[in-house]
Structures are given as C-alpha cells and as structure tokens.
C-alpha cells in the first residue's frame, strides 16, 4: 500500500486557501466575538498534521469499502462523502445549536468541505496500491475479516 500523502496534501492546499485567504478577515472577526484570539502562524503547523491525518483516513475509509463497492473514483467519492458525513455534517450539526460560529462561516466551510473530502479522496485513490509490501499471511482473506 502506498502512503496517501496526496489527498492531505490537497486537503492543505484547499484549507490554507479558505482559511488563511479568503475567510481570514471574517474567521478573526468570529474569534474575536467569543473572546478568542485569531489564528496565529504558531497555530498553523497543527492544522497541517489534522489534514495529513485526514487524507490519511480517507484513503484508508476508501480501501476499506473497495471490496464491496469496487475499485475506481465513484467508489473514492462514496469513501469521501461519508468521510465527510461523519467528519464534516454530523460534527457542524452538532454543534450548530450554540452559535460557535456565525452562520454565514459554518455554511460555507461546511458546503466546502463537501467538495473538498470526496475530491481528496478521489486524488488519494488515484496513488492508492493495493498489496504492495504486503508480507506472508496478509493477502486477501487474509486478517480479522475473513473470519467474521
């Protein structure tokens, strides 16, 4: 199996678009309205790990429903979307109720990360290898699975 750097790689490059550019002025002006400082430079390094993280997930989310739902970019789609269905909706929803954030923010970030995950799962199952490496007893049928 490959390392699926590339889909964190591209769950960065997104993030630092939305976050360091284009909702910076209104992400600081939220910060500020419950008390909180913006964001600093100091902050960033941990928000590059959490995306490399996630990539991570979401390519193993991926080769996990493969079997079932077959190898190829709808199926990397599917793997993102529920990614982002637990990850992304059922979190915000969560939340929504004590006006974290203002409305306007928790939308957009929302409806864009709708876009973002299965992208980023579609570009990680792009460089997605199955088996490689892979030592003695470890093929498929192999594990856990085989024997449920």
Known sequence: ????????????????????????????????????????????PWFVVLDLVAGVFLVW???????????????????????????GLLVTLFMWPMHLMPQNL????????????PLATVIGAKFYTEGAGMGAGMGAGAGMGSRM
């Open 1 to 44: 199996m490959t390392i699926p750097v590339p889909a964190g790689v591209f769950l960065n490059i997104i993030d630092s678009v939305l976050f360091g550019y284009l909702l910076k002025d209104q992400m600081a002006a939220a910060m500020a309205s419950i008390n909180r400082p913006a964001m600093t430079n100091a902050q960033i």
């Open 61 to 87: 989310l991926y080769a996990a429903i493969r079997p079932r739902f077959g190898a190829g970019p709808a199926t990397a789609a599917k793997a993102g979307f529920a990614g982002w269905f637990v990850g």
């Open 106 to 117: 928790t939308i957009i970030t929302t409806l864009v990360s709708l876009v973002e995950w």
